[in-house]
């Protein structure tokens, strides 16, 4: 199968880009507030995320569908532990929230980025009977990245030791999606 390739160093500065584009909508009226805490870390962490996102398109049909997805799960929790920290305290303001959400239209950088490089791995495994052909590739992505994020969430709250280490909420959040195939049972005679 042919994957459009698109530099992966182009992207990440395509993506800087468009958060700094971001940042000038938001920008509170002084510096250093929180709004330019989370656009700073935003900066830093969401194009390296969203570069591992689309490095999937390079293991399409290589080792198994769920080895592939760990460490996107592992990755994911990492990030929104780190965004969510400092998004917080960045949208206790209505009028930050509303123009953040404008902002996110703007650029395009809304959930739909991250979605859709991993909607598209799994609709490629698929079409290679690697992934159940019941299974909705978009729905799929969008579960996967919920159980990062909410993983995240309560850690932020709870704290680490509250639940299982990330590196088993990560297995089981792929283990849960319940991509593969079953095995096809014996022909009886």
């Not at 859709?116 to 909705?136: F, K, S």
Request: proline share 7%.
């Amino acid at each position: 199968m042919a994957t459009s390739h698109v530099d992966p160093h182009q992207r990440s500065q395509d993506t800087r880009q468009r958060v700094l584009e971001m940042a000038v909508s938001l920008r509170e009226d002084r510096t250093g507030g929180s709004v330019d805490h989370f656009l700073a870390l935003l900066q830093d962490r969401l194009p390296l995320w969203l570069s591992i996102l689309h490095d999937l398109s390079h293991h399409i049909g290589k080792g198994c569908v769920s080895d592939n997805l760990l460490p996107i799960a592992r990755a994911g929790i990492d990030y929104y532990i780190d965004i969510q920290s400092a998004a917080l305290p960045a949208f206790t303001s209505p009028s930050v929230t509303v123009r953040f959400r404008q902002a996110i239209r703007k650029t395009g950088l809304g959930p739909g980025k991250e979605t859709t490089p991993l909607a598209a791995y799994l609709a490629a495994e698929q079409r290679l009977g690697r992934v159940r052909a019941d299974v909705d590739p978009e729905a799929s992505a969008r579960l996967l990245i919920s159980g990062c994020f909410y993983r995240a969430y309560v850690e932020m709250f709870v704290g680490a030791d509250a639940q299982p280490p990330r590196e088993a909420s990560a297995r089981e959040i792929v283990r849960e999606l319940r991509l593969e195939p079953l095995p096809s049972a014996p022909a009886v005679a």
